[in-house]
């Protein structure tokens, strides 16, 4: 069998187990669910500018929390696709 798995099929069968794993992990969250607060203190980095945020700040979701952010309660909607 290890002579099948030589050269260019060994690479291939470790990028499809690669994918394969890594897909496992992929979606945390479905409609409805509400984000962990460990989850909402991760900070992230703005990709494109929008309201107060210009490229490269950081935010966190936390930040819309009013429980965490002194009483300024937020509804966001996150929408995230790839075109992939």
Not at 16 to 28: E, I, K, P, R
Not at 37 to 59: P, R
């Amino acid at each position: 069998m290890w002579h099948y798995l030589k050269g260019g099929n060994m690479v291939k069968i470790f990028i499809f187990l690669l994918f394969s794993f890594a897909g496992l992990q992929a979606q945390t969250y479905c409609a409805g669910d509400q984000i962990s607060i460990e989850d909402q203190n991760l900070v992230h980095t703005v990709g494109a500018a929008f309201g107060d945020y210009e490229i490269g700040d950081e935010f966190r979701l936390a930040d819309w929390n009013g429980d965490l952010n002194g009483g300024n309660y937020s509804i966001i909607f996150v929408d995230m696709s790839a075109s992939w």
